[in-house]
């Protein structure tokens, strides 16, 4: 399969506890962005990398919120200090700039999280 | 600041009969414009999008959406629903006016194709 991955699929944590999320993009996709979806509402920005620049964050991506594409290829969202809010799917997308190309972005399966 | 609307929470249509699921937009600049869907325990899947040229943009599955710049909407249809085609439905839109600004996604529309 070669399209986008994320793990977990599923994660339940504790108030308080930190999470970390993983996704692996398309392998020839430079840019990669985080979405966070809640029950009966379309995904929502976070944040995105061009390779590994981050280039943008969502004011939705408080300070306990840390993402990283360290060398361009796979990315990681780690939330610190949980909170029942947090509790959301976080899906992550990547798609391939090239010039002025407008790419469609593609979607991984999402990590959905419980935070008890 | 740019936002989407999809007016309907829920569209139920019988299966050989045509649907249309709503989606207007508000940009400052020019839209790009882009259908998915989801189902159950799966990703967005990438349906079409609307760039420049022809108004009506034809996608996966049959499906096709119309640009109406006038009345600022991209609504998606298929002339022939099936019950498989049951799902969410997200449309989204990027403003070409700010650069590369990300997705801006509406609420989503759940479609049911009854048999």
């Known amino acids: 399969d070669t399209g986008v991955s994320q793990n977990p699929r599923h994660k339940i944590t504790k108030r308080g506890q930190n999470v970390t999320f993983r996704c692996d993009p398309i392998s020839e996709h430079n840019r990669l962005y985080w979405y966070r979806q809640t029950l009966g509402q379309g995904p929502e920005f976070l944040t995105y990398?061009?390779?590994?620049?981050?280039?943008?964050k969502s004011r939705l991506l408080s300070d306990r919120f840390s993402a990283e594409r360290p060398k361009g290829s796979f990315s990681t969202l780690e939330i610190q200090r949980t909170e029942q809010g947090d509790s959301a799917m976080y899906l992550c997308?990547?798609?391939?700039?090239?010039?002025?190309?407008?790419?469609?972005?593609?979607f991984g399966p999402g990590t959905r999280l419980t935070v008890l | 600041a740019q936002s989407v609307a999809q007016p309907e929470d829920q569209v139920n249509v019988a299966e050989g009969n045509p649907l249309t699921v709503k989606c207007t937009y508000s940009v400052s600049g020019n839209p790009y414009l882009f259908w998915y869907v989801q189902y159950p325990n799966r990703g967005l899947q990438f349906l079409l999008k609307?760039?420049?040229?022809?108004?009506l943009v034809k996608g996966s599955y049959g499906f096709e959406a119309e640009f109406n710049k006038s009345q600022t909407s991209f609504h998606l249809k298929k002339p022939s629903a099936l019950v498989s085609d049951s799902a969410l439905y997200f449309c989204a839109v990027r403003d070409t006016h700010s650069g590369n600004t990300p997705l801006v996604f509406g609420k989503g529309t759940r479609l049911s194709v009854i048999a």
């Open positions: 990398f061009q390779n590994e620049a981050q280039l943008e």
């Open positions: 997308a990547s798609s391939f700039l090239r010039g002025g190309d407008v790419r469609e972005q593609f």
């Open positions: 609307y760039i420049t040229g022809d108004n």
